[in-house]
C-alpha cells in the first residue's frame, strides 16, 4: 500500500492579515499627518505672533520719535501743540515724509477712519496726508500736564485759580502723552507712554526722516 502524499500548497495572505496591515499603515499615516498637522499650525502661530511683535515695536518706535521731536509751541512758526484723543498737532524737528527736507516743520498725526478701517494719518506743511498701513480696532491718547493731571485734550481748560508759569501754562508741550491702542487681529491692548524732550536747545540740523515705517 502506497503511503499518502502530503501535499504542501504556498499560501499568500489572508483577507484579514491584508486587512490589519492596512490598518496598521492609516494608524501611522494618521499620527504622521497630526504631527506635521501640529507642527505647521504651531509655526504659523509663531510667524503671527513675530509680526505682531513687529508691527508694536515699529509703532511705539514712530510714537515715541515723534513726540519727542516735539518743538516747544511758539518756538519757530508759532504753532501750538494741540490734541484729542485721536492725534495732535504740532512743530515737529523731524519729518515723517521723504518729500518734506527741511526742519523744524508743521505737522498732524490724527486717526483717520476710512473705507479699509481706522489708520494714521500724518500731514506735513499743510501738504496731503499720507497714511500708515497699521490698522486699528482703537486709538486713544491721553495728555499729563506737568503737575501730574490726566486730559483728554491739549490745551487743557485753563483753571482760573491756577498762576501761569512757564510750566504750568496751557500753552506748553504737555509732559507725557499715554497712548493706548488695539491692531486689528489682535486682542490685547497696548499702552504707551511717550515725553517730549528738553525743547529748550536749538536745531543744529535737520532731522533724519523715518523710513521704513509703512508709510503709505
Known amino acids: 500500500m502506497k503511503p499518502l502524499r502530503t ?23 494618521g499620527v504622521l499627518m497630526a504631527g506635521w498637522h501640529q507642527s505647521m499650525k504651531a509655526q504659523t502661530q509663531l510667524s503671527s505672533a513675530a509680526d505682531a511683535i513687529q508691527r508694536r515695536q515699529h509703532l511705539n518706535t514712530l510714537l515715541r520719535q515723534v513726540v519727542a521731536e516735539a518743538i516747544n509751541p511758539g518756538y519757530q512758526s508759532g504753532l501750538k501743540f494741540m490734541g484729542s484723543n485721536t492725534g ?45 498701513d497699521w490698522v486699528f480696532d482703537r486709538f486713544d491718547v491721553r495728555y499729563v500736564d506737568h503737575a501730574g493731571a490726566l486730559h483728554e485734550a491739549w490745551p487743557p481748560a485753563r483753571r482760573s485759580d491756577r498762576p501761569v508759569s512757564t510750566t504750568t501754562d496751557t500753552e ?45
Do not use: C
Not at 501535499?7 to 499615516?29: C, H, N, P
Not at 511717550?194 to 529748550?200: E, T
Open 172 to 216: 506748553q508741550l504737555p509732559a507725557l502723552l499715554v497712548f493706548a491702542y488695539r491692531l486689528r487681529g489682535e486682542s490685547t491692548e497696548q499702552l504707551l507712554l511717550a515725553a517730549p524732550r528738553n525743547s529748550a536747545w536749538e536745531l543744529a540740523e535737520p532731522s533724519t526722516p523715518l523710513t521704513g515705517m509703512g508709510l503709505q
Open 88 to 132: 495732535f498737532a504740532m512743530e515737529s524737528t523731524t519729518s515723517l515724509l521723504p518729500s518734506i527736507g527741511n526742519a523744524p516743520v508743521d505737522m498732524e498725526l490724527k486717526l483717520v477712519t476710512g473705507p479699509e478701517g481706522a489708520r494714521l494719518n500724518v500731514t506735513h506743511q499743510g501738504q496731503a496726508g499720507a497714511a500708515f
Open 7 to 29: 501535499r504542501r500548497r504556498d499560501r499568500g495572505l489572508s483577507l484579514l492579515e491584508v486587512m490589519v496591515t492596512v490598518a496598521i499603515f492609516a494608524m501611522l499615516f
